[in-house]
């Protein structure tokens, strides 16, 4: 088969594939252009197949490539140097077979169209660009990612590839612009993806952040959103800066607050964790407690009886001692309610509160006692919370969660600090209180503060280290050298509200995590490449 050219009325030239002159007349003649909508989805057909014969023979074009541009640029020169040219130079005729170029995608293709034909060529603009984008789609459903942006990917690589190769078409610069075209336009997705989210964070940052949101706690910065440490640096560098406004630390100030807010929620007061308020909310519990129990008895049951068995059995295994009889006079003094079949709430009350202050009383020199006497205080706050007539068992049960919130945040609030001096809850503090309490049930995530605190402390924690004497030293040198202007733009611009949602939306953060669309663009900037021209006619 060879290539004709043949002229029709209007000068236009086309070439028509046929084994004579004769033939290609008589085709030219009774050929019909097919429609822009046939040739897009003919040439889109012949492209998916051209791609994937590029696919098949792909790790033999490259190491054709490979070893052609080794022997040219590299083993050529240094045994021509050494030895001198050749006397007799290579040709294809006398050159030994190249392995890789037999199993390359040019001979896939070709023994391909033996069976089906030549693939068609497209005759219009819009087929072209539909047959550039087939040929981008093979590599891309094969690479990583969702199916949708690999599409996408592939349309992008196609169009851009075809695109740039009609600017320069017929110029040695062709083959490089639809490299190039390809590498642009299969990123596009990504590219856009970046514009859009900037910064994605990893689900579980995102999880922490929703945990805080959902509490009340959305005062944070674009860094403490998107966990990137970078980000964080400049925030509070640039917010620290003469005139600079400070918002960060603002943010960061009000997130604090917030945080307490939510944290004392949970034992019924606030907003704020000073010794007064806390000392007010103890005073309050103590009250509810006590008109409580005033109205209500504790029955006993065997349930709470159990309890107390299983409280005190590993207790009475050691030697009588001094404390051990302290244990027996609260088992005594338990016994006659137990007969009698019910405990006056004026009771209860005093007692379970000897049992406590006695249970941290030994925590250090008795354990096991302490435990005992902590394990029958909660038998009798059991038994006493299933006697509760139902009028006050919703009161009871708020009442208990508020003490015991109560008792963590007074642990958290007794640390060290000067946002603890002034009331603040903060989240290392509460996390360090809550996992002191029941390291098991922290790290299973169960108990009133265990999301918060865990969230509190990954997303809210400080920086190491807020400047280093070389930033310090670069931002008084960039401060004196602007009188102060640079710096303090800077930090106004980036920790503004607008900057801050742009910079700490997670908007498309799912899919740029899970679509490398980097890879996928260089992997179909590898499948691009210029086409022969087979197949009907087509117009210059």
Known sequence: MAIFEIQDKNGKTFEVDAPDMMTAAQAFQGYTPPSTSEDVLKSGASGVASGATKLAGLIPDLSSMAHNAANKYLFDPILNATFGPPSKPLTPENSPPDINKLAGSANIQKGVESVTGKFYEPQTNAGKYAQSIGEAVPGSILAPGGVAARLASAVGAGAGSEALGQVTEGTGWEPFARVGGALVG???????????????????????VQILNDEGVNSLTAGQRTGNKTLQYLESASSTAPGAGGGAVRTQEE?????????????????EATPEVLAANNQRLGNAFEDLSARNNLVPDNQMVNDIAAAVARYRRIPNSQQAQMLQGYI?????????????????????????????????????????????????????????????????????????????????????????????????NLRNAVAAENRGAYARGQGPFSELSRAGSAVMSPLPNSGTAQRANAFNILNQATLGIIPALTGRTLNSRPVQAYLGNQLLSEGLRTDPAFQRAIFQMLMEGSRNKLGPPVSN
Request: no cysteine; charged share 25%; glycine share 8%.
């Open 255 to 271: 997130g604090q607050r917030q945080f307490t807010q939510a944290a004392m929620r949970r034992a019924g007061a606030g907003p």
């Open 186 to 208: 299969g990123m596009a997705p990504y590219t856009a993806g970046r514009a859009i989210t900037p910064i994605p964070s990893n689900p579980q940052r995102e999880r922490l």
């Open 332 to 428: 005594d003094d338990i016994i006659p309610h137990i007969n009698a079949g019910a405990m006056p709430g004026v009771e209860y009350q005093p007692m379970r509160s000897m049992l406590s202050t006695d249970s941290k009383a030994v925590r250090q020199t008795d354990p096991y006692l302490s435990r005992a006497l902590a394990g029958i205080r909660d038998a009798l706050d059991n038994a006493m919370g299933r006697s509760i007539s139902p009028a006050d068992r919703e009161a009871w049960q708020a009442a208990r969660r508020e003490y015991g919130a109560q008792k963590i945040i007074e642990k958290a609030a007794s640390r060290a600090g000067e946002a603890t001096a002034e009331g603040q809850i903060v989240p290392a």
